[in-house]
Nanobody, 115 residues
Framework: VQLQASGGGLVQPGGSLRLSCAAS????????MGWYRQAPGNQRELVAA???????NYADSVKGRFTISRDNAKNTVNLQMNSLKPEDTAVYYC??????????WGQGTLVTVSS
């Protein structure tokens, strides 16, 4: 499975960004897709995930502000990020987990929230 992420950038506090991730390869094997993030000096943390059945999971810090969505027909997963805060600044990584348990990662995309 190959993952191509896009959509990062610089935004002011309170603004919005949308991240997208397109999967290719053995996409039939994918179960869960989502996003992790890693801020400087911090460990990588789960931001949001969605299963092939549509079940979602969010980090407490982003609940109510971020929305993950998945288009199984287009093999994409999106992360709509609203009301962004400076503490959301991080490199965001798209991931996909296959039914066999293999983890696949896309390249990171930098999100910077700053005035």
């Amino acid at each position: 499975v190959q993952l191509q992420a896009s959509g990062g950038g610089l935004v002011q506090p309170g603004g919005s960004l949308r991240l997208s991730c397109a999967a290719s390869g053995t996409i039939f094997a994918i179960n869960t897709m989502g996003w992790y993030r890693q801020a400087p000096g911090n460990q990588r943390e789960l931001v949001a995930a969605v299963t092939s059945g549509g079940t979602t999971n969010y980090a407490d810090s982003v609940k109510g502000r971020f929305t993950i969505s998945r288009d199984n027909a287009k093999n994409t997963v999106n992360l709509q990020m609203n009301s962004l805060k400076p503490e959301d600044t991080a490199v965001y990584y798209c991931f996909a987990v296959t039914r066999g348990g293999a983890h696949n990662w896309g390249q990171g995309t930098l999100v910077t929230v700053s005035s």
